[in-house]
């Protein structure tokens, strides 16, 4: 891994230091998710401009778009069936882990609920080509691969088990590709489905995972994205008739991760986004016929959602930028030059105003190469400045659309957004470096990070706060308990607080396949009560806000109601937010803008304060 700092890129005029604080624009909606009709005429979509995620149609390089009724909840996905008769969409109730699968026609028409009832939830694999069938993952206590009929409803049970992910299914449906395992450690199988034998595809390497997979053209082959043969994840072949054979290399660099592969529906042709150093997306559209790779212009800095119509003539993306909120772009595959789908996007909504970020590399105290994202207010040096995480632990901060980040450093506060051990987005093993007892490593790195701020002149002493929410909500508070001192104030949002409640009260999937990344509830549970911030919550001394979404069931909101009764019995300045309607991801823009004013205004004031109180 390459070692340099790249200048940061300013998109408004700086603010004087003596100028008052400035309050940014309010965070313009996203349009995200997009699903082109079969022909590339339509596009749909979802959007949060209405206030809460739904479905809109739009007519490609041409009409208004118009809003679909799908249930009245948040819509997490959305999918257009081949046949260009249905929409699917993926439904969060009161947006809560758990998930429906809804459908209706494209004028909005013949809504009904095929999948996710009472307490399973519904994941959308696909559609089986040229049909109105739908490959589905419902998942209660265990994973069950479906197909589902979207007009009668009928279901088909395929396979059931521990952690199973339907990812894919031939056209004749003689033949299932499955995804299994935990977090960080997972592989493929194939399913007979009519004798329900099932193989597993790869070797057991005892490394790596594989997470994408679907079949070739012609189902003699599956194609796979894959870390388990490689350091940076790359997408490979293999040969069904020959199976002793290792797998063939498609695509892959030593200089970015694959991030995604949208495939078209004849599988001839493949869009690969590339995730460079630091979290710029890179794209390219992979030719399997002849092999040849072109790259294409991306049309921002991180890009995502690729899906390609069923014709093949039309990619769609979304693409965002620190000062440019997620939109999405079309792209043709035989052209390769992207335009927006819809005329108002960029700056155009947003103004252009913003800073955008500084890349910064560092070492951890164990001499691991991290690095991370940096955000100045306007002026000189030292500012009040906030360290923020990021969840999974296996996601990345990269220089995306964050209305929080330019909240703070207009109200003068620098933001350092690092990626710690077991982010995303730099190999196999960095992913894997805070497993279990390896925890202990990625807390200490926020210290290295902090430590760094300091010594180079970024962070003012006293003056330094972290944020972060799920995974980062647990980082705030672990590195508040184990390094007393080190900072004044801290936001944890959505956070783990004790492993051994987390594991009871989270859904039952999600403690199964966190037992890879956290550790055994039962094997592991001295470490993990170690690791948890309530065991030794009597070193929190500093103010902390708390923020949970009522209706979280994946790190359950009694996560921070517990740490604030904690507080509170020993006088801890706190403050402990509650959003109703909201489960894990804040959904509604009114629940999202709370949470942030929020923030800002509790590390602001309690950045200051405290210079104020140190002279």
């Known amino acids: 891994m390459s070692v340099r700092t790249e200048a940061p890129r300013t998109t408004r005029r700086a603010r004087p230091a003596t100028d008052r604080p400035v309050s940014p624009p309010v965070p313009a909606g996203e349009d995200f998710a997009p699903a082109p009709s079969p022909d590339g005429r339509q596009v749909a979509f979802l959007s949060d401009r209405a206030g809460t995620p739904g479905v809109w149609v739009c007519e490609v390089d041409a009409g208004v778009p118009v809003a679909l009724p799908v249930s009245g909840e948040p819509v997490l996905a959305v999918s257009w069936s081949p046949d260009g008769q249905w929409l699917a969409c993926v439904v969060a109730p009161g947006g809560a882990p758990r998930t429906e699968l809804w459908v209706l026609r494209p004028d909005g028409t013949q809504r009904h609920q095929v999948a996710g009832f009472g307490r399973r939830s519904a994941a959308l694999a696909g559609w089986l080509p040229g049909s109105a069938l739908l490959a589905v993952t419902e998942t209660a206590e265990r994973g069950a691969a479906v197909l589902v009929d979207a007009g009668t409803g009928h279901r088909r049970v395929l396979a059931e088990d521990d952690l199973l992910t339907l990812l894919d299914v031939t056209p004749d449906g003689g033949a299932a590709l499955l995804r299994r395992g935990p977090r960080n450690a997972r592989w493929l199988e194939l399913l007979d489905v009519a004798t329900g034998e099932r193989r597993r595809l790869f070797p057991d390497t005892g490394r790596g995972s594989t997470d994408q997979g679907w079949f070739g053209p012609d189902g003699t082959s599956v194609l796979a994205r894959t870390d388990a043969f490689s350091e940076l994840a790359a997408l490979v072949r293999v040969d069904l008739t020959r199976p002793a054979l290792p797998p063939t290399r498609l695509a892959s660099r030593p200089d970015a991760e694959l991030e995604q592969v949208a495939l078209s529906a004849d599988r001839g042709r493949a869009a690969l986004l590339w995730n460079s150093y630091g979290g710029r997306s890179e794209l390219s559209l992979l030719d399997f016929a002849t092999g040849v790779q072109r790259a294409v212009t991306a049309p921002g800095e991180v890009l995502g959602d690729a899906v390609f119509a069923a014709d093949g003539g039309l990619l769609c993306l979304t693409a965002q930028g620190p000062v440019r ?123 290295a990070c902090a430590e760094h701020l300091l010594d180079s002149g970024v962070a003012r002493p006293g003056q330094l706060g972290c944020l972060g929410r799920s995974y980062g909500g647990y980082l705030v508070l672990a590195v508040l308990v184990n390094f007393p001192g080190l900072f004044a104030a801290g936001v944890a949002e959505c956070g783990i607080s004790d492993f051994h409640t987390f594991y009871a009260g989270t859904e039952p999937w999600i403690a199964a396949a966190a037992v890879s990344k956290y550790g055994d509830p039962v094997r592991d549970a001295e470490l993990l009560r170690d690791l948890s911030p309530m065991t030794h919550i009597d070193r929190l001394d500093v103010p902390v806000l708390l923020i949970h979404g009522a209706n979280d069931t994946n790190v359950p909101a009694g996560e921070s109601a517990q740490v604030a009764q904690a507080l509170a019995a020993r006088d801890v300045p706190h403050g402990h937010l509650v959003l109703t309607g909201e489960g894990h991801d804040f959904l509604a823009l009114d629940n999202a803008e709370t949470a942030r004013t929020a923030t800002t205004a509790w590390l602001t004031r309690h950045l200051a304060a405290t210079a104020a109180t140190r002279g």
């Open 325 to 447: 909120p997620r939109e999405v772009w079309l792209v043709d595959p035989s052209a390769g030059t992207p335009r927006p789908l819809r005329p108002d996007t960029g700056a155009a909504r947003t103004g252009g105003s913003g800073v955008a970020p500084q890349l910064v590399d560092l070492r951890a105290r164990d001499g691991l190469p991290l690095s991370g994202w940096l955000y100045r207010p306007a002026g000189p040096g030292p500012w009040p400045t906030a360290i923020s995480l990021h969840g999974g632990p296996e996601a990345q901060e990269r220089p995306g659309y964050n209305p929080l980040f330019q909240a703070l450093v207009a109200q003068g506060v620098a933001v350092f957004a690092p990626n710690v051990r077991g982010s995303s987005g730099f190999g196999r093993s960095f992913v894997a470096a805070d497993n279990l007892a390896g925890r202990y490593g990625a807390i200490a790195d926020v210290a």
